[in-house]
């Protein structure tokens, strides 16, 4: 079979096998379409299947064939970047900023020092820290990484339990998005690199200035030409970032915060989220899902993910209840609202691939991230739904 042939084959198995674990094993009720895609990533990467069956791997995950798949995962992956940089409301959040700024700021600090905690205890091992990282960036990023909320995935869940519309949902995503430009903000920090540094100061310069010009830009065309316009900027974007050593990532994410959301059609937003997720996506999982390593042995990743991953629920959990008490919330919703916003999947993936990219962490660790990430979202629907029900009803007068 020549490569051609082979690349269709690998996105038979991409778009095929999540697909009917999820539909025939009816998962959506703890893991929806985009967490079993997730997992099936990981189990026909080299860390599982491929161990299992390595003929199956090296037919059809050929050099030629990852190289493509990669390709479209970047596209796919800065698409959705960008997106996510898009739908941040932080005009709700100015506009309630007291509430949004002491809940946001409790459930990302408290995880914060949680997460940085359990990374410094994986210090004194080897395997774990990255060849090009020093102490403190491994130790702020993997803290980071337990404090990250997947706004994407959030409105997804939301979605489902019926609650996006509401006034509760739209606390919670303002609360998500303070969280995200924070996220990025200390990503940026972290992937300092001070033989670049004046590239880098360049290149936010240059962002600055020619964002301002390209706002102006895109409030003048006709909205038949914003997408292509929005199109050509994220490119432009993402390379000057990962030219000055930042991140192609951080540049797309960069690249959609400017931009306005009431420049285009709620509808056309909510498909255009929606396309990628199914067209494109399934390929990042699954090119994330070859980045696995179980290289210094399987128990001690799945020993590793479970400490990050009671340092994130436990920090995030608690962050929200202090919250909740300095706010003056009825009984029960800061737990609530602590576990919808501990959902990570989609931004936690690719805020450690970032981290594998730059060399802040091993294989070894960007597995355990992933396997913290995929377990706390599956966690969240099963742990939210009971609690809203009984939210709902104390809500509710009653005679």
Known sequence: MNTTEIFLVAMLIILS?????????????????????????????????????????????????????????????????????????????????RESGVTAGFALLTPLVFGCVAAACLLPFEGWIGAKAQDWQFVLGVGMGCAVTALPILVLLMEKMG??????????????????????????????????????????????????????????????DRWYLALIWLVACALGADWCGLHYMVGAFLAGVI???????????????????????????????????????????????????????????????FAGRVLGWPKGEASMVGWLLQTKALIEIIFANILLDKGVITSATFTALLLMAVTSTMLTVPVVNPKLQRWRANATPTG
Do not use: C, H
Not at 32 to 60: D, K, T
Not at 190 to 204: I, K, S, T, Y
Not at 289 to 297: D, F, K, N
């Open 163 to 224: 609650i996006l519309g509401t006034p509760l949902g739209q606390r919670i995503l303002r609360y998500a998005s303070l969280d995200d430009i924070a996220i990025w903000s200390v990503l940026a920090i972290v992937l300092l690199d001070w033989q670049r540094v004046g590239r880098q100061a360049a290149f936010l310069l240059a962002f600055v200035v020619l964002g301002l010009l390209f706002r102006r830009l895109m409030q003048r065309v006709p909205s038949s």
């Open 259 to 321: 931009i306005d959301a009431d420049w285009f059609e709620r509808e056309q937003l909510d498909a255009m989220r929606r396309i990628v997720l199914l067209v494109m996506m399934p390929v990042f999982f699954l090119s994330t899902g070859l980045r696995t390593s179980w290289g210094v042995g399987g128990a001690a990743v799945f020993l590793v993910a479970g400490w990050l991953l009671l340092a994130s629920v436990s920090g995030k959990l608690l962050g929200v209840q």
């Open 17 to 97: 096998v999540p697909y009917l674990v999820w539909r025939l094993g009816r998962t959506e009720y703890f893991a929806p379409l985009v967490v079993v895609q997730i997992v099936a990533g990981v189990l026909l990467g080299p860390g599982v299947l491929g161990a299992a069956f390595p003929a199956y791997y090296e037919f059809v995950f050929t050099p030629a064939v990852v190289q493509s798949l990669n390709g479209v995962a970047w596209w796919a992956v800065s698409l959705f970047i960008m997106l996510a940089g898009i739908e941040l409301n932080l005009k709700d959040a100015w506009q309630a900023r």
